[in-house]
């Protein structure tokens, strides 16, 4: 879908035209009938797929374990730290080589940081079984 960009220009497709922006030209060209994709691309299309599965997985066991509120973008952004505590990079991808390391300081929700509405700090730490727990140390009044 084509969308207007600052200057008016079209950016996108529509229909079978593509708007490419390069510098301050717009071109118009035909919607390729197939795309070429390397032996790196379509690798990197399922690295990318299979992430984004497991990341699935373990945002739906966060919201039935817990009342979130996230922001618009909460999704592909745990999904980008997600590619990083997986290793995604390096095959083949574990899930115990960085996690939950790459996962610390992910803040749920970008418009209400963690560290500005609350004063104590999670932890996290993960057992013999595979199993990441996240610990809130105990509050004292006072």
């Known amino acids: 879908m084509a969308k ?33 994709q390397t032996a790196s691309t379509k690798a ?50 574990s899930l115990a080589l960085n996690m939950p390391q790459a996962l610390e300081g992910f803040e749920f929700n970008s418009q209400v940081p963690w560290t500005k509405t609350c004063r104590f700090y999670r932890a996290f730490t993960q057992g013999d079984s595979h199993m990441a727990a996240c610990l809130i140390t105990a509050l004292t009044l006072g």
């Open 4 to 36: 207007p960009i600052n200057d008016g220009a079209l950016s996108g497709a529509l229909g079978n035209v593509v708007f490419v922006n390069k510098g301050r030209y717009t071109y118009a060209r035909t919607k390729p009938t197939k795309v070429k």
């Open 44 to 93: 990197a299309a399922n690295t990318f797929g299979w992430v984004s599965q497991q990341d699935k997985k373990f945002r739906f066991a966060l919201t039935q374990a817990y009342t979130l509120i996230t922001d618009s973008y909460y999704a592909a952004r745990h999904r980008a730290s997600m590619a990083k505590a997986l290793n995604a990079s390096v095959p083949p991808a």
